[in-house]
Antibody, heavy 120, light 112 residues
Framework: QVQLVQPGAEVKKPGASVKVSCETS????????MHWVRQAPGQGLEWLGI????????RYAQKFQGRVTMTRDTSTSTVYMELSSLRSEDTAVYYC?????????????WGQGTMVTVSS | QSALTQPASVSGSPGQSITISCTGT?????????VSWYQQHPGKAPKLIIY???KRPSGVSDRFSGSKSGNTASLTISGLQAEDEADYYC????????????FGGGTKLAVL
């Protein structure tokens, strides 16, 4: 079955970077867009960006431009989201969420989330 | 600040129907038939329950239905059950120079 597997947690200091992985299985990796969404404690969902695993092209939310980088490794069917210059407000659960063949498709499968804690 | 506006909370009794609204603009909800809805239980990842305004993924109960009028999309849950108590989020695509898509702020549904 389709699975998106993420690490459980990361702890980082302010100013550092975090790189969260999302290992996929059960479908053709290059054929489905992948989104990244985060959720701060007690808050709503926030869209970070999208990557086309086939060609590697990306589009980021304006708020995160310059701080976020999404990449993929086709040999391991894994996508990555790296966020730099971390601050306490970046403490959140980060989810990868599979889109569809088109970048406009809804998010049908979600990873279990990675809790990123930014603390000195 | 969320791209789309949802009520913070709604409530209903078992068996009743409720509707959650999701208000955007002519650049997102009003221009595209690309609104989706997600259900999230505490401590869990969101789950897709409606896509392309009205469509239900396989396995989602037909008690969930979606609609849209102008810049506002709506999610209706009929025959409320205790297990429907959760947070609900709408999302709309919006291809502009500064926006690709965004979520509503979320609505907490209480089944009383």
């Amino acid at each position: 079955q389709v699975q998106l597997v993420q690490p459980g947690a990361e702890v980082k200091k302010p100013g550092a970077s975090v790189k969260v992985s999302c290992e996929t299985s059960g479908y053709t990796f290059a054929s489905y867009y992948m989104h990244w969404v985060r959720q701060a404690p007690g808050q709503g969902l926030e869209w970070l960006g999208i990557i086309n695993p086939g060609g590697g092209t990306t589009r980021y939310a304006q708020k995160f431009q310059g701080r976020v980088t999404m990449t993929r490794d086709t040999s391991t069917s894994t996508v990555y989201m790296e966020l730099s210059s971390l601050r306490s407000e970046d403490t959140a659960v980060y989810y990868c969420a599979r889109g569809g063949f088109y970048d406009t498709d809804a998010f049908d499968i979600w990873g279990q989330g990675t809790m990123v804690t930014v603390s000195s | 600040q969320s791209a789309l506006t949802q009520p913070a909370s709604v409530s209903g009794s078992p068996g009743q129907s409720i509707t959650i609204s999701c208000t955007g603009t002519s650049s997102d909800v009003g221009s595209y038939h690309l609104v989706s809805w997600y259900q999230q239980h505490p401590g869990k990842a969101p789950k897709l329950i409606i896509y392309e305004v009205t469509k239900r993924p396989s396995g989602v109960s037909d008690r969930f239905s979606g609609s849209k009028s102008g810049n506002t999309a709506s999610l209706t849950i009929s025959g409320l059950q205790a297990e429907d108590e959760a947070d609900y989020y709408c999302y709309s695509f919006a291809r502009t120079t500064t926006l690709f898509g965004g979520f509503g702020g979320g609505t907490k549904l209480a089944v009383l």
